[in-house]
C-alpha cells in the first residue's frame, strides 16, 4: 500500500518560514522523483519544484531563491524549505510520488494547508 504523508503546514506571517515533510512508504523511494503542487482556494493545481532521486531540482519562477527541496532517501523522506513567504504562497500543497521510467506510477499525498497573512 503506497502512502505519502505530508506534515508541517500551518499559518505564517509573511516573510516567515515553514518546512513542510512527505514521508513515503510503499514504493521504492530511490526509484521516483518527488515533487511538491500547491493548489489555491478557486485556482487549479500547480507544480512547484521537483527534485530527482540524484539531488537534481527544478522551480517554477515564482518560489525560485525563497524555497529549497531535499530528500534524503535514507528515510523516504522528502523535504520543502519555505522562506521569505508572501500571501501569495497561501495554498495547500500536495507531495507527489511519480517513477523515473513509468509514468502511470504516480501518488500523492493528502495535503498539507499552508496559509501566510499578517
Not at 14 to 19: D, E, V, W
Not at 21 to 26: D, R
Not at 60 to 86: E, H
Amino acid at each position: 500500500q503506497v502512502q505519502l504523508v505530508e506534515s508541517g503546514g500551518g499559518l505564517v506571517q509573511p516573510g516567515g518560514s515553514l518546512r513542510l515533510s512527505c514521508a513515503a512508504s510503499g514504493i521504492i523511494f530511490s526509484t521516483y522523483a518527488m515533487g511538491w503542487y500547491r493548489q489555491a482556494p478557486g485556482k487549479q493545481r500547480e507544480w512547484v519544484v521537483t527534485i530527482i532521486s540524484g539531488g537534481s531540482t527544478s522551480y517554477a519562477d515564482s518560489v525560485k531563491g525563497r524555497f529549497a527541496i531535499s530528500r534524503d532517501n535514507a528515510k523516504n523522506t522528502v523535504y520543502l524549505q519555505m522562506t521569505s513567504l508572501k500571501p501569495e504562497d497561501t495554498a495547500v500543497y500536495y507531495c507527489n510520488a511519480r517513477h523515473i521510467y513509468d509514468d502511470s506510477l504516480d501518488y500523492w499525498g493528502q495535503g498539507t494547508q499552508v496559509t501566510v497573512s499578517s
